[in-house]
């Protein structure tokens, strides 16, 4: 008997073969049609930052400068706006990391009265629509005779902030090993000690992130901000201003290196993160 070899045929083949590389890499598309849909905007910032446009508005391009980042402070008030944004996002961010930092330590580990209550109230200003906590904060400054400007602000961002900070802390928290505390208790450590050695070293990258979490939040609110901020101007109110007469290439220069900066921090604290899973 003899045998005779049939080709087969090659257009089935090479079609065979691309349904099964599409089949295999479906996820990583569109996986990258999602994240060129989210960058897609900032894109746009980043570009329109270099634009030099005749008019007003930056809305067309009409050509290549680097003019924008060299008088990056050319436009009237937006240097004391910037300088005013990062002042309180700061203060907000350090004083609503520490007070959640604090927060999410007692209702992770102690029991107490009004626990549940307290759980629901730090949820509260998750859910609540911006508008309605701005207005409820002018009213309650309106009532106490406080006078609107930096404090009226700061408090304002500490009080939304303390939020996310807590949610952010307590999700490490509830996963932590408390027989290392012990440990170390047993070796000599007191409880000041303990907490310095072994408890913040271990919870610092979620620290960390809540403090992130809280300054990028603060810096971009604006309608919290507006119904507090009275005569002061912050750089997302500056944005607000400026867009009704026109729109300043110094605003995508501004927004461009913001978004620089929140990258660099995120990236910096992830590789921290694995250099210290690999380490340990």
Not at 118 to 139: D, H, Y
């Amino acid at each position: 008997m003899t045998s005779i070899a049939v080709p087969r045929p090659r257009g089935r083949t090479a079609l065979a073969r691309t349904l099964a590389f599409g089949r295999h890499h479906i996820l990583t598309f569109y996986s990258f049609l999602f994240f060129a849909y989210l960058m897609l905007p900032i894109a746009i910032v980043i570009a329109f930052s270099f634009n030099h446009p005749t008019g007003n508005f930056n809305y067309v391009w009409q050509g290549f400068t680097w003019d924008n980042w060299r008088y990056w402070d050319g436009v009237p008030g937006i240097r004391s706006a910037i300088v005013l944004s990062l002042e309180i996002a700061l203060l907000a961010s350090l004083v609503a990391t520490a007070l959640g930092t604090m927060i999410a330590l007692a209702l992770v580990r102690y029991g107490f009265r009004g626990r549940g209550t307290t759980n629901i109230l730090i949820f509260l200003p998750l859910s609540t629509p911006e508008i309605v906590l701005g207005a409820s904060l002018l009213t309650l400054f309106l009532n106490l005779n406080v006078i609107f400007g930096f404090w009226t602000i700061l408090i304002a961002h500490v009080m939304f902030c303390i939020s996310f900070a807590v949610v952010t802390v307590k999700a490490r928290l509830v996963g932590f090993d408390r027989h290392l505390e012990e440990a170390a208790m047993d070796l000599g450590a007191n409880e000041w000690r303990t907490f310095q050695k072994v408890t913040l070293p271990l919870t610092a990258p979620a620290i960390l992130a809540a403090l992130l979490l809280c300054f990028a939040i603060s810096i971009d609110d604006f309608v919290v901000t507006y119904f507090n901020s009275g005569s002061k101007v912050t750089f997302p109110l500056f944005v607000w201003g400026a867009a009704r007469v026109g729109a300043p290439p110094q605003v995508n220069v501004i927004g461009t290196a913001i978004f620089i900066v929140a990258v660099t921090a995120m990236l910096f604290n992830v590789l921290y993160q694995r250099r210290r899973e690999v380490r340990a």
